[in-house]
């Protein structure tokens, strides 16, 4: 299309894992060049703070507003984006100048697309002061703004990483704390959307009871009984039924009960929810899938991606099966959209957000 940047993408996302940096060449179209990301993992009492700011954000009805403990999360988690871009430019030998644009997501801490709110804490304009590099931020906004979902926005880099791969048509299914698929047919038509929890649940019910915050390769769900009846009574929730465009809160299903389930039973049970739900999106979907490329934490979950493979009767593989990079692939997807949203390209579409129109968003702040 046009000159190539140099975009750093920074994703955060649903998960509370911590940071994934990836640094990206594209001109926003089909040139793709990738470079080796990062991530850095925040430390267990940050992420504390993160879910009390989870919690309170729920009752936000004005996207700018930070009351309470949002206003100091949002300035330590931009801190901490700062000092990982740092350091990810100085491990590479990168000056400022050498880079054109960030591109920050920011931790979702509010999704609710029928109020036409969407809230992603971080101060694209810190950010910028503290790297020396122009931020591109709230991607999702507009989009909302609009009436679409603001979610996914992924598609379209997912589009242009399938260029190089034959298998038609192919999903791509995010599993970070909301699951997501990307549907590209034959003629690249696109169609997109959340299809449930990801790893919220199964993370969350980790943490409260073992205190561990995942199920490490599914280990434990392994060792559990799948109670289907659960299973069943969880997929007959409208959401799954409902035609998309599509999405999810992160805390959309938190109250889900497991009544008198041990450990290892709710932890299978959950990961069955999350095989289940993922399965259900084919019932959308024009066409079913010759490969399904599974991305994000959810791919190292052996008893989820062995159960996926089962139920679906496709070919399900990691990313870096097809040569791309499972953990960093939504961070590049930022850095892509970052150009894209600079050159005033569309980011989102009718089939993927149910947008009214394909259109660009975010907001861009230069640096000093």
């Known amino acids: 299309m046009g000159k190539s940047m140099r975009a750093i993408g920074l994703m955060s996302g649903t998960s509370m894992d911590g940071i994934d940096i990836a640094l990206l060449e594209t001109d926003g179209a089909d040139h793709v060049r990738r470079f080796p990301g990062w991530s850095v993992a925040y430390p267990e009492d940050f992420r504390g703070r993160l879910r009390e700011a989870l919690a309170a954000a729920r009752t936000l ?25 740092r350091r990810f430019m100085g491990d590479r030998m990168l000056q400022p100048s050498a880079v054109d644009l960030i591109g920050f997501h920011g931790q979702t801490a509010l999704h609710r697309p029928e ?58 299914v995010n599993i970070g704390g909301v699951a997501n698929i990307t549907w590209i047919g034959r003629d690249g038509r696109l169609i997109a959307f959340d299809t449930g929890p990801g790893n919220a649940m199964i993370d969350d019910w980790m943490l409260q009871r073992s205190g561990q915050s995942v199920d490490q390769d599914g280990e434990t769900a392994a060792r559990g009984r799948v109670h289907q009846a659960l299973v069943d009574e969880f997929l007959r929730a409208p959401f799954f039924s409902q035609v998309p465009p599509k ?11 497991l009544p008198n389930l041990g450990l ?38 052996r008893t989820l991606m062995t159960g996926l493979a089962a139920i679906v009767e496709a070919a399900v593989a990691p990313a870096e099966a097809i040569g791309l990079d499972g953990d960093t692939m939504e961070a590049e997807a930022w850095a892509y959209l970052a150009v894209r949203s ?24 230069r640096a000093p």
């Open 61 to 85: 009805t004005d996207r700018t507003a930070r009351p309470g403990i949002l206003a100091d999360v949002e300035r330590e988690l931009t801190e901490r984006h700062a000092e990982a871009v």
């Open 342 to 365: 600079a050159l005033g390209l569309e980011i989102t579409f009718p089939g993927t957000t149910g947008a009214p129109a394909p259109m660009t968003g975010g907001v861009m702040v």
């Open 247 to 257: 999405s999810l809160d992160r805390n959309a299903f938190a109250g889900i009960e």
């Open 115 to 172: 109020m036409r709110l969407t809230v992603q804490l971080g101060d694209g304009l810190r950010l910028a002061e503290l790297t020396g590099v122009d931020v591109v931020f709230d991607l999702r906004a507009a989009d909302c703004a609009s009436g679409g979902q603001g979610a996914p926005l992924v598609p379209v880099y997912h589009r242009a990483l399938a260029a190089k791969t034959p298998e038609r048509p192919i999903a791509f």
């Open 264 to 301: 290892e039973d709710g932890a299978a049970t959950l990961t069955a929810v999350t095989v289940g739900t993922i399965a259900r999106a084919r019932e959308h979907l024009p066409e079913q899938p010759a490969l399904w490329v599974v991305c994000g934490g959810g791919r190292r979950n």
